[in-house]
C-alpha cells in the first residue's frame, strides 16, 4: 500500500509546484507592501540581504532573492562572515560570488566582512554591538532602504544566524532607523521538509488570527536555479545537502515578517 502514499505525494507535489510556478512571485499576506510597490527608480529599491555565511543565500533566501529581481529589485549581500571554521574561509568566499553570479546579484554587490571576532562557528558568540557597527556602516555606504536576515530561531538554530538579526536589530533601534525591516520566518520541522507543499500551509497560517504583522510570501519562480546556485558551494556540497535542497521548502518560497522598531 505504500506506493499508493507515494503516488498521492507525488501529485500533490507536482500540483503545489505548478501553483508556484504560475503565481505572483510577492504575495501580500494581509496588508500592501513595498515589495508590490511599483514605479520606484533602480536606485530606491535596492534591498540588502544580511546573511552569517557563504551558502545562506541561495540555501535560505534564494526565493526572496529571485522573485524580487523578477520584479525589479536590485539585491546586494552583505556576508559578516566567511565560512572558516574547516579552514576553508578562502575557497568559500570564491564560492559565494559564483553562487551569487547564478542569482544574477553581481560581484560588486557582494560584501564579505570576515571580521576576526566575528568568526563562522557554532561555539562562536559574535558581539552585537560590533555587528550593529559594521552593518550600519555599510548599509550607510549603500544607502540601502530595505533590509533582510533572519528571525529569532535563525531558520536552523545556528548561533551565527541569530546574532546577525540581534546585531542589525541594534543598529536599527540605536540609530532609530525607519528603514522598511524584514525577518525570514523559520518553519517546523514538518513544514520545512514537504518542499513545495508547504505553500497551502503557508497560505493558510497567514490566516491565524493571532498573527497581525505584516507578512508576505516570496514564491521561487526558477527553483532549478537555487540548485544550480547551492551547487557552487562545491566544499557544502554533499548529498545530505543535494537533498535538502531539493526537499526544502526553502528552496521554493520565503515567508517574510516585516518587523517595526
Ligand atoms: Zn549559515
Request: hydrophobic letters at 45%.
Amino acid at each position: 500500500m505504500a506506493w499508493i502514499w507515494v503516488f498521492i505525494f507525488s501529485v500533490v507535489w507536482a500540483v503545489s509546484l505548478w501553483k508556484i510556478l504560475n503565481s505572483s512571485p510577492i504575495v501580500a499576506l494581509r496588508a500592501p507592501i513595498s515589495f508590490c510597490e511599483s514605479g520606484e527608480t533602480r536606485e530606491r529599491k535596492k534591498v540588502l540581504f544580511v546573511i552569517a555565511h557563504p551558502d545562506d543565500e541561495s540555501m535560505f533566501f534564494s526565493p526572496s532573492i529571485i522573485s524580487l529581481i523578477s520584479k525589479g529589485w536590485n539585491p546586494h549581500v552583505l556576508c559578516i562572515s566567511a565560512g572558516n571554521a574547516e579552514d576553508k574561509g578562502s575557497l568559500r568566499k570564491e564560492e559565494l560570488y559564483r553562487a551569487c553570479a547564478v542569482l544574477r546579484i553581481p560581484s560588486q554587490q557582494i560584501i564579505i566582512l570576515d571580521h576576526p571576532k566575528l568568526q563562522d562557528g557554532f561555539d562562536q558568540k559574535w558581539d552585537h554591538g560590533l555587528l550593529a557597527t559594521l552593518i550600519g556602516e555599510q548599509m550607510t555606504i549603500l544607502g540601502i532602504g530595505t533590509v533582510i536576515t533572519f528571525d529569532e530561531f535563525g531558520i536552523s538554530g545556528h548561533p551565527n544566524h541569530r546574532d546577525v538579526r540581534l546585531g542589525l536589530r541594534k543598529y536599527l533601534c540605536e540609530a532609530k532607523k525607519k528603514d522598511d525591516a524584514w525577518e525570514l520566518v523559520s518553519k517546523g520541522i514538518l513544514r520545512k521538509y514537504v518542499g513545495p507543499i508547504d505553500i497551502w500551509l503557508s497560505l493558510l497560517h497567514a490566516l491565524l488570527p493571532h498573527l497581525s504583522q505584516t507578512r508576505c510570501l516570496l514564491l521561487n519562480p526558477s527553483p532549478c536555479v537555487t540548485y544550480s546556485a547551492m551547487a557552487e558551494h562545491r566544499t557544502q556540497w554533499l548529498w545530505f545537502r543535494k537533498l535538502f535542497v531539493i526537499f526544502s521548502s526553502y528552496t521554493y518560497m520565503n515567508t517574510l515578517r516585516k518587523v517595526n522598531y
